[in-house]
């Protein structure tokens, strides 16, 4: 996607329009057009509805030219969602080679930012699609698509922030929709380093000396099953050295591949055990949104990726292990593996690299899905000013998260009487799960995200038509910038 100028659309074929709920549509409708549009309006045919389309084709200078017009609502977050990816239907449906999407009167639109950022970034996510595996592949969505305004500042920094956020969640997609057996920790620690070297900031890869280095046995717990050995992940964004010792940190786990463990998963659940690693997913397309942008913010990140795989070797149920934070664990269920890695690096990033806040991101819990769905991400926190700043940056992207309460006699439960801690508790597992989690987080403000749900669809969800959804990305964005 690309901006272009006013001027050169005189000289487009193929062209969008938005039109709001009061009669306010972007650009200019060509002449020969708009009584047929007008007279569709007035027609029984017409809806007004979000995402509804009105598409005309004519001949002019032995060339097919189309005007397609959209309705855009009240032009609020959602409606320019559906009507971003109503564009997107259209373009595919007509294999157009190249179109403008005329915003040259956005102006007039009382939220003119939000509705250029998010339609940017609603097109570029609807226009996504993993088939890099497909010996036949159908003609992708044209690639050419032009955004034409005005000259403005403001229009060039929403178009451009849409189109970063749009890149970054289809980046953490990809990374979940490739196959575990080429997704492999190795591989995520490489995808970091790329993404780093592209938007600006460091990344550490730590092999496993480095990692027992650093004491982090529940970690290496759950990764010494697997030949495919574990990756510690350190990204580090310096976007304000003035404040340098004001650091936002993000936590995400990493499972390229969860088995189960000897606590075996039925087959149909582990078919999208690929999808493990979420977390990470949105931890890196975070750091690269926010690298990307150059948010006055430092963002220090750490995943801890491996596999939970079976061997001879491979820790038990019964087990007693030890963690980073002193702590010793039960372990119930070599399932209830993710908690382990994370807490590990949780305590990692906040004594060793110094975090003041930090968020973990995990599809951590079926208990999840059952509590709140594919929707809704489920989330326990510490902190009342951290978790009201998570809940605007949930407002901007729509991307729901819900807090759940942290009673003590909920945490009372994840004791236990042979070791200070049980990795696993049948009742309310998703809130247990990150209360276990919270037991290595100190005072430090701290937010626990559980996006098992959220982060994968086996049908269209919002602007996702199957896989991963790059849920977390576009939350930890708006959450870093509110600290700018």
């Not at 997107?88 to 250029?116: G, P, R």
């Not at 626990?448 to 849920?471: F, N, Q, R, V």
Request: net charge negative; glycine share 8%; proline share 3%.
């Amino acid at each position: 996607m690309k901006l272009i100028q006013k001027n050169d659309i005189e000289n487009s074929v193929n062209r969008v329009y938005l039109q709001l709920e009061n009669g306010v549509v972007s650009g200019v409708i060509p002449e020969n057009i708009r009584p047929i549009f007008e007279a569709y309006k007035a027609s029984e045919q017409f809806e007004s509805k979000a995402g509804t389309t009105f598409i005309n084709q004519w001949m002019e200078n032995a060339e097919l030219h189309t005007a397609i017009i959209i309705q855009a609502g009240e032009g609020n977050l959602k409606h320019t969602q559906k009507a971003g990816k109503a564009a997107v239907q259209a373009i595919k449906a007509h294999k157009f080679e190249s179109v403008d999407i005329d915003l040259t009167n956005v102006d007039e639109f009382e939220n003119k930012y939000d509705v250029v950022r998010v339609l940017t970034e609603a097109i570029s996510l609807s226009a996504y699609k993993f088939d890099t595996y497909k010996s036949v592949v159908k003609k992708a969505l044209a690639t050419k698509i032009g955004f034409v305004f005005e000259e403005s500042s403001w229009l060039v920094k929403a178009f451009e922030e849409g189109s970063r956020l749009g890149e970054a969640t289809n980046l953490a997609k990809r990374l979940v929709n490739e196959p575990a057996n080429v997704m492999l920790p190795e591989a995520i620690a490489v995808e970091a380093a790329l993404v780093g070297q592209k938007n600006g900031f460091e990344v550490k890869i730590l092999h496993d000396a480095e990692i027992e280095a650093l004491n982090m046995p529940a970690y290496l717990a759950v990764a010494k099953a697997s030949e495919n050995r574990p990756r510690l992940i350190v990204m580090e964004y310096k976007g304000n050295p003035d404040e340098s010792d004001e650091i936002l940190g993000l936590v995400g786990k990493g499972l390229s591949f969860d088995t189960g463990g000897y606590s075996l998963k039925p087959a149909t659940s582990m078919m999208a055990m690929k999808s493990d690693m979420g977390g990470a997913a949105a931890v890196i397309g975070a750091m690269a949104a926010i690298a990307g942008q150059n948010l006055k913010i430092n963002v220090t990140a750490v995943v801890a990726a491996c596999e939970n795989m079976i061997s001879g070797g491979a820790y038990r149920p019964g087990d007693i292990i030890n963690s980073r934070g002193g702590k010793t664990i039960f372990i119930k269920s070599t399932d209830a593996e993710g908690r382990l890695t994370l807490i590990d690096a949780i305590d990692y990033i906040i004594k060793d690299l110094k975090v003041k806040r930090v968020v973990d991101v995990a599809t951590l819990t079926g208990a999840q899905i059952v509590a709140l769905g594919g929707s809704v991400t489920g989330a326990v926190s510490n902190n009342d000013a951290f978790w009201s700043m998570m809940e605007s940056a949930s407002e901007i992207t729509g991307e729901k998260v819900w807090r759940m309460p942290l009673f003590e006699e909920i945490i009372e439960t994840i004791k236990h009487k042979e070791a200070d801690l049980t990795n696993a508790v049948r009742e309310a597992g998703m809130i247990t799960a990150g209360a276990f989690i919270g037991e290595f987080v100190g005072e430090t403000p701290w937010i626990h995200l559980d996006i098992a749900g959220p982060s994968w669809t086996e049908k269209p969800l919002g602007l996702t038509s199957y896989g991963a959804t790059g849920a977390g990305v576009r939350n930890l964005y708006f959450l870093a910038k509110s600290f700018e």
